[in-house]
């Protein structure tokens, strides 16, 4: 059997590399970006569109597919890749970063895990915390009728051995950047015999399920803290995963980020692909690249989109707010060169017209785009690691203009 | 230049033809229905899926479109046809079914125009006229911002050919079914007087907008009463139109539509087009067919896709509703034998799923087979014409059974 990961070049002056992950439903061609099908769909997109636009990999949460519509219901449709229509590559996480959002997110006031994180401020409750975490796992508060469920380690695997995706991931704990020192630590050691437990049940349970050539990555913790990263990557690379994931918390700046990359792929074997999790900002990608990074998912370009803010190489941030009134009679597409199905036939005036106006029209069209930026922001790393070109910003502004598929 | 219209074929026991209807932006084969785009959008979908499931004529609202963006909006981006990327034929209504919706409808509490109402039932407001009428035209708050506007047939027409649809209508009024004889016959004459202002006004306008080669049709008038329909049809014939709308009030129930679709066809030119407004049930369209009409439009079947009703003729009432909890684990199509995109790859579990969670992908999914369900329809329907079968509910279910594009 070909091996899992094949690194197929790399880049001169950085631990970037251009790779090939196979799975039995597909290859992807890293690095990659990919997208984000919390409940078995890209939000507003069929599997088409998603094909159509160049995604290769898709991620799936544990938690909202067990509850709606749950392990057995997806088993007995044929799986993930047969009940969704996206019969490529799927990936599911493991229900890790609910134990953070529906928990100590709350209680931290804390919106997501990291980075975007500026400074100091102290904690600010949403809510208590629907997450009661033990050794044994993780109970959880149905956010659709109330019930608790109760998620461990095994029953984690088990639920991802009904989905059938191809890479699934142990089920750990997200911390705040909040945590202290001593609960982080704490934490991550329980990750560590969580993940054990994950090795052994995923051992225990082939056969279940409809798709017998899932792999199961590992999943790094340890916070911000430079000793208990490098702990928690020995550790789990100790444990013989064929891939890994780094989780957050990554810190309180995109500094603190970058550094949490360095430490962990420094300790993580050098042929294993590396998958950074919930991050897609344009920069952060390309950062993490330079560090070693291999895949990436992430919600903001999906849900930006939704919100009116269109990717574009063109613009400073590389964003334009689509709901802005200069655009209402703008006739020229959101990216000028651009090769997705909304900038080839649709004008910034229409989609102005169609957020402005509540038509649901604009959410496929705009998440189309956006979709198809973030490929093509691959593509565009992609070549300039194979040209050996310095991964800068400016360098990949280049290589986004005018890109064709 | 060949004709607006053609009758190609017609039925051997009923007054139903076969037609081509030709616009500048491409030929509709009648009997046909028209997709209502409301905003320049069918709701959920973009242009190119509209023709991938074989629509041939969309419906857009003067009254909407003239809030947002705004006729000279719409014009300096080329016009209607490519502000909205759908290049084939248009229509516009002409505002005259907000002054009902927004006047009558509201201190009725009429919800829509005609055969949905059984019987006597007393009005019940639901909520003041948002409409001033006078003989001048009709002032109206906007819906968006609470600002009068007044539409008089100079400035619907106008507004339409700034928009350039192929097809467009003059301001009318359409009544309520608890009008009285009095109120509908003033009502009526009013519209006539505005019909023989709105041609006028077309004429003064002729190279106005985008769009050389629009026609204006006429739109009969007064409500369920015979003599009324017949005096009216007469009128607006008398005017000389290339093409006939019937608008509401069609009266209190389906047999009500019926006779005022008999009492109307009947004094109606043979050869000119015929256009039911706002109706569009799969019986009440095989019995308007019946009794002459060329093309419909009804929000109907796009709407009902949103809120789940799914059109299928292996269902006794033609359609099922996804919601239901047997739909959770059926792996089968919504129906079997559709070739729409959804049918062909996607199962009642998975939209069922998409529809419970409130996921934006459903949408569009479910709005894709409503619409293919009626192209087909209409495709049984011609092909009955043509076969000359009895055209009625059991031959046209038969039609649609397994029907391939």
């Known amino acids: 059997m070909s091996p899992l990961f094949e690194i197929q070049a790399r880049h001169p002056s950085s631990p970037a590399r251009l790779g090939v992950l196979r799975t039995a439903h597909g290859e992807v061609r890293t690095p990659a970006f990919v997208a984000v099908a919390t409940r078995a769909t890209v939000k507003a997109l069929s599997a088409e569109d998603v094909l159509g636009v160049g995604v290769q990999l898709l991620i799936g949460n544990t938690y909202h597919l067990y509850l709606r519509p749950g392990p057995e219901a997806i088993a ?20 890790g970063f609910q134990v953070f959002s529906l928990g100590a997110g709350k209680v931290h006031g804390v919106g997501k895990i990291a980075s975007i994180f500026p400074g100091e401020a102290p904690p600010n409750p949403t809510g208590p915390s629907l997450v009661e ?9 149905s956010v659709v009728d109330g019930a608790w469920i109760f998620f461990t380690p095994e029953e984690v695997i088990r639920a991802q051995r009904l989905f059938g995706a191809d890479i699934i991931l142990p089920l750990d704990e997200c ?4 945590h202290d020192r001593a609960y982080t630590e704490a934490a991550m050691e329980r990750t560590h015999r969580w993940a054990a437990r994950a090795l052994r049940a995923f051992a225990d349970t082939q056969g279940l399920g409809p798709n017998p050539d899932q792999v199961l990555f590992g999943i790094v913790q340890g916070g911000a803290y430079q000793d208990l990263r490098q702990r928690s990557a020995r550790v789990i690379k100790g444990m013989g995963f064929p891939g890994y994931a780094i989780g957050g918390s990554l810190g309180k700046s995109k500094q603190d980020m970058l550094r ?3 430490w962990t792929v420094e300790e993580l074997p050098e ?7 919930g991050i897609g900002g344009v920069e952060d990608i390309v950062e993490a690249v330079r560090r070693g990074i291999d895949t990436f998912d992430c919600a903001a370009p ?3 989109a939704r919100n009116g803010s269109l990717l574009s190489a063109q613009e400073e941030g590389f964003r334009l707010n689509i709901k802005n009134a200069r655009f209402r009679q703008d006739g020229s597409p959101i990216e000028e060169g651009c090769d997705c199905p909304t900038c080839r036939r649709y004008s910034r005036a229409f989609l102005h017209h169609l957020l402005r106006t509540g038509e ?3 959410f496929r069209l705009a998440t189309l785009h956006n ?24 360098q990949i502004r280049e290589g986004l203009a005018g890109k064709g598929p």
């Open 260 to 262: 949490v990359i360095e």
């Open 271 to 277: 042929g294993a692909p590396r998958h950074l999790l």
């Open 371 to 394: 979709l198809r930026f973030m490929v093509r922001l691959m593509e565009a790393i992609r070549a300039g690691i194979a040209a050996g070109r310095t991964l800068d910003l400016d």
């Open 175 to 178: 911390t705040s950047p909040f």
């Open 133 to 141: 975490l033990t050794e044994e796992g993780a109970r959880f508060r």
């Open 76 to 95: 007995a449709l044929g799986g993930l890749h047969r009940f969704s229509g996206w019969s490529g590559p799927w990936m599911t996480d493991s229900g």
């Open 360 to 362: 649901l029209s604009y």
């Open 302 to 304: 999906t849900r930006m």
